[in-house]
Every structure is written in C-alpha cells, then in structure tokens.
C-alpha cells in the first residue's frame, strides 16, 4: 500500500537503482531521473541502461540503494561502466547485467515476502533464498533432508524401480560415532542405500578394493580415518539425512579382478536407478578436496534496502546446471567438472535423485523437478508455470538414442575401451522401456539404425583408438562427439545385421560384427596432404566448396579431400590416417575409395539486389574402403 501511495502521489523514482527516492534527495539530470511507474521505464526499451557514474552520482546525492548497490560491487567485486536492468520477459527470471563482462546480477526477497505488490517498489526484484555461505551449514542439510523428504512422500514418477534389489556389497556407515565403516554383502539385508558420484583421482587409488584386502575389509571394516576428505564429508551427510548404506564403485567393485569388475558394471542400471539417493561431489576435481564449500555469507547477498520489514538483498547469480548442449566447456570444467565424465553421464541419466554439491550451494535433480538453494531454478510466484523438470531427466524412452549418443560422446573418458561399458547401463534402460528397437549393436539399435548409423564427428578427428573388433561403422570405434544425420534418408535399404559378443551384449566383447545394406554408390579417390593442396590450388574458384573447407586453406592445413568422377567434395574422417606413422589405419593419398549416397540438402541463397536466388544442391555419403572385394566387406573412414 505504501508503494502504491508514493506512486499516486507522484514521488520521484531513482533513475538509476529505480527505487523511490526519499525525502530531500534532489534529482539528477531529466533524463535520468523521472517520475513513472514501475514498468514504464521499459515501454520504450527492453531494458534500462545506467552507467557506473550515474550510480555513483546517485550515492554521493543520497540515494540509499545506490550506495548500498556502490558498496555492494566492492564487496564482490565488480566493474563496469555500463549496467542494464531488465524485466522479467517471456519466462526469464529480471536481472541486473553489467554490459561489458556480461556479468549477471539480481535483487530478490525471501519467497515467503514475495507477492504481486513488490514490482512495485521496484520492477527487478524477484523471489529467491538467501545462502547460508557454506555447504556445511545446518541449513544447507535441513534443506536437503526436506528435498529428499517431499520427494519421497509426493512424486510417484522417482519410486524405486525394484524395492527387493541389493548391491553385491555396500559399506555399513553406523551412527556418527562409528569409526569403523563396514563392507558389507547381500547377507546383511538394508532398508535404503546412496550411491556416491565422484570423479577419480589419486587419493580414489588409496583406498581401491582389491583382492588382496577384500576379507579384511569385510571382517574388520576401514576406519573413517583412512577415506579421502571428499568420501568422509559424504558419510556424514548421509548419516545426517538416516541413510546408513552406501554404494562407492572403487570401494564396492573389486578393481583388479576383471570377473568381479564385469558382473558389477553390468548391473549399474539397477543399482543407480534403485539407490534412495545418489550424492554427487559435483565442484569436486577429486576425492582429496572437501565436499563442503565455505565462501561467507557476506559473498553471497548484500543488504540494498528494507522496505516495511522486507529486506531486499543484491547478489551475483552464479552458475547453474542447465543443460548439456547448451553449456561452455570452460565453464563446466570450472563449476561441475563431476558432470563433464562420461561415467557420471549415465549415473545421472539412471539416478532418480541426486544431491549435487556446488561450490555455493546445493543443487537438487530427481525424476520430477530441479531447485537449489538459491531458488534460481523457481518460476517467478506471478507465474503460472510448472516448476523446471530438466530436458536431460527425460527417461530414456522419451529421448532420441541419437540425442543421447551426443550429450554422452560429448564427455570425458579416461579409457576409451570403456564406451560402450559406460553406456551400458542406459542401454539397457532404453531396452527395457523400448522393446521395438531391437538388439543392441554396438552401441546402435537394429530397428532405428535409419536415425542413427550414419552419424559423423561434430569436432576434428584425431588417430583411431586401438579397441579390438570394435566395427568401423559404431560410433565406439572414434574419439569425439557424435552427431546423427538428422533428415531423411535416401536410396538406404537396410538387409540385416550380424553382431556376436563375448559375454555380455552391452559390454562391448565383440567378436565379429557386420551391417548389409544397399544404396547408391560412386567410385572416389580420397587425397591429403601436399597432395590435395596441390588439387586445392588448381580448382576453379567456381567449384563450391563449404566454409570449413576455406578455414583450412587459410590455416595452412590442407586437411582431407575426395574426387568423385570430375567433381571435388570435402572429407570429415572419422580417424587421423594421413601420415605413415598410424600403421595399419595409414591410408596413403590417391587410394581408391567407394562412396555410399544416403541423403542430401537443398540450399538456397537470395540476392535481394539481382531479385534472384540460387539453389545449391549437397549430397552427403558414407566414405567406405574395400577390405575384401569377394565378400564385399568394406570399413567405414568417413
């Protein structure tokens, strides 16, 4: 009521931090100050600009907020010299951007204070929760505990798939008390247990299960003393929370026994999607750091302004987890390095929560919703949408196997032979939710191979790894991000496929595998090196040849070529095989390939001057070598 008076009576708002002004505080400059409401401000522009000096200015003439907001920026800190308020817009949270960094800030109330007055006293402000500054808190772990228990009582979709299933072994946690930690098997019967997400390192080496202490650990457990900081911090949150098992891969898998090794990964499906919780020590680069962050409750939020007993707080918006195609590397490795793993991509694909610890707070994923501390991830309480449920929980049923091979090609392996081994777990999800697909092929579906076997890399190729057996045309066969061909395909009649594995078919043992099918084909020959630079510098500036093609040239590196009849194309190989130093994958320049046409694209280009357009027509194919002309098997190179 208060806000809507000083509106009515026609108050000054601050130019700057758009607050109103007080009593006896003169205005700057007309433009920069003027009497409106709250949204008019943004009638003419999508956002408002202020400068560093304006805000200053502002401080030094008495505006309260632009001096909590200069003191603010020195707290943080943060430069610039221009900054923009925006709105809250087609769903987007309002926000305070300072234009030269891009960095992004916000002003928000506690949920509980937030109602359809406060864009009144100021159009920015949204909902969110102020943190505590450490991970540690008593705070931090209340807010987990009611996550996990309003998950439990109220979203049907994140019930166990199996209630009766039990890992092979388990470590008993015991009350805070308890120094020892007890391995334990399926002979000791548990209620629930956590899985712990970690990223390896050296201190993960320390305390392996190994044959050799396998019995001891059993019969006299290992004292908490002894796990890594990372492991012992998880303990006890799960302690905390009333969870008193838990499942550790390199303390519950024994690592040098490759049986042992094979049973358990196989069954990775079933004891991430069955664990109560999974904890993931997602800022963590090892397990030799804490899991608990402490950076001060004075880094998080500053005090701007109180406004009939609501304080309203400014605070950087930090980093959060949205998505997987549309994250910064860099950024990734810096915030959540956890989730740039390979492994980790199908422990939080399967797990049906997760408690992530951040370096600022604590990140909630189940089946259902994602929310954080900071309540970033909330709609707006003016809005009527449900809360976020992450594209990249969708089960597997629900997604594209080619928009799962990108996001998990797009992660970190240590051991390439693990590709298929690190998949297996979704694959057999997927199997399970979608029987029409048929048997698995290395990594590919029998009954979907039209979406996804002509995939190629969406990075440069590298020398190809040394996985024995594995078929030219998996995408298990190459290093790098996949991406499927994603139009129709054309003259393409799939015959059949015949795979057989040693052991398990998830687990990538292949013994012989071959695919049979039928299309148009074109004799070429493939050129690199001095070679195609040579060719390169003889065709015609009429010949069409793409913008990575001209990239290349400019670098110096005449990379790949192909020569089909009397027309030059670009070449993507899956693998390096220009040089005599790959061996048995060298192929020289000028060898004879033969060229597999499953699709093409139209382009179209418009000359808006000469009131013409040109269309361009791109044929795409599968780039093959003959290995034996009388069976008519042939290897994929691109």
């Not at 008993?172 to 008390?177: F, P």
């Not at 793993?341 to 990140?363: D, G, I, N, P």
């Not at 979704?426 to 029987?435: D, L, M």
Request: a negative charge; glycine letters at 6%; proline letters at 4%.
């Amino acid at each position: 009521l208060k806000a809507l008076w000083s509106l009515a009576s026609g108050k000054w708002r601050c130019g700057v931090c758009l607050f109103e002004l007080g009593f006896g505080i003169m205005p700057l400059e007309i433009d920069v100050i003027g009497s409106y409401g709250p949204e008019s401000v943004f009638w003419s522009s999508d956002y408002h600009e202020f400068s560093h000096e304006n805000l200053v200015k502002s401080a030094r003439r008495g505006c309260r907020s632009c001096k909590r907001m200069v003191e603010a920026f020195d707290t943080f800190p943060a430069e610039f010299e221009k900054a923009q308020w925006w709105p809250a817009r087609s769903g987007e949270r309002p926000r305070l951007v300072l234009a030269e960094s891009q960095r992004v800030f916000e002003l928000f109330v506690d949920p509980e204070n937030y109602s359809e007055a406060i864009p009144l006293i100021q159009p920015c402000i949204c909902a969110g929760r102020r943190l505590p500054g450490c991970t540690r808190d008593e705070a931090s772990l209340d807010q987990a505990a009611r996550w996990l228990a309003a998950c439990r009582s109220e979203h049907e979709q994140c019930r166990a798939q199996d209630v009766s299933f039990q890992p092979t072994r388990l470590l008993y946690l015991g009350d805070e008390d308890q120094e020892s930690i007890q391995l334990v098997g399926k002979e000791a019967p548990c209620s629930a247990y956590a899985a712990l997400s970690h990223r390896w390192s050296e201190e993960t080496q320390q305390v392996r299960l190994e044959q050799n202490n396998l019995a001891q650990r059993k019969e006299n457990g290992i004292s908490l003393c002894d796990f890594p900081p990372m492991m012992q911090d998880a303990i006890s949150v799960l302690r905390r929370l009333g969870i008193l098992y838990v499942w550790i891969d390199c303390m519950c898998i024994v690592q040098d026994d490759k049986d042992d090794w094979a049973r358990e990964a196989a069954t990775m499906a079933s004891i991430y999607a069955n664990a109560e919780l999974t904890l993931a020590a997602t800022w963590c680069n090892g397990s030799g750091q804490s899991l608990f962050q402490d950076s001060g409750s004075s880094s998080t939020a500053v005090d701007i302004r109180d406004v009939d007993g609501t304080p309203i707080f400014l605070r950087p918006v930090w980093p959060h987890y949205t998505a997987r195609d549309t994250e910064d590397e860099l950024l990734a490795e810096i915030e959540w390095p956890l989730l740039t793993r390979a492994w980790v991509y199908q422990e939080q694909f399967l797990s049906r929560r997760m408690l992530h610890f951040m370096r600022k707070e604590l990140f909630w994923e189940c089946n259902k919703e994602l929310d954080c501390q900071c309540s970033w991830y909330r709609p707006s309480n003016s809005s009527t949408s449900k809360p976020l449920v992450s594209i990249f929980k969708q089960p597997a049923v629900f997604k594209q196997w080619g928009r799962i091979l990108s996001e998990y090609t797009s992660c970190n392996l240590t051991f390439k032979s693990d590709s298929l081994p690190a998949l297996a777990g979704i694959a057999k999800s997927f199997s399970r939710q979608r029987p029409e697909a048929g048997k698995y092929l290395c990594g590919l579906w029998e009954r979907e191979l039209e979406s996804c076997f002509f995939w190629y890399l969406a990075e440069p190729a590298i020398s190809r790894p040394e996985i024995s057996r594995m078929p030219s045309w998996s995408w298990a066969s190459v290093t790098g991000k996949v991406t499927c061909w994603g139009v129709s395909l054309e003259g393409i009649e799939f015959l059949g496929a015949e795979v057989i594995y040693h052991g398990d078919a998830y687990m990538g043992n292949v013994e012989k595998a071959k695919v049979s099918l039928c299309g148009w084909v074109a004799q070429g020959t493939v050129y690199h090196g001095q070679q195609w630079a040579n060719m390169l510098a003889t065709i015609s500036a009429t010949c069409a040849m793409d913008e990575d093609r001209e990239v290349d040239r400019e670098s110096g590196d005449p990379g790949f070529g192909l020569k089909v009849g009397d027309q030059f194309a670009t070449f993507q190989p899956d693998y390096l095989f220009d040089d005599s130093m790959y061996g048995l994958t060298h192929i020289a320049s000028g060898s004879r390939v033969v060229c597999l046409t499953f699709g093409r694209l139209t382009s179209i280009r418009s000359d808006p001057e000469l009131e013409r357009e040109e269309r361009s027509v791109s044929v795409y194919c599968l780039v093959l070598r003959c290995v034996d002309e009388g069976e008519e098997l042939y290897e994929r190179i691109g």
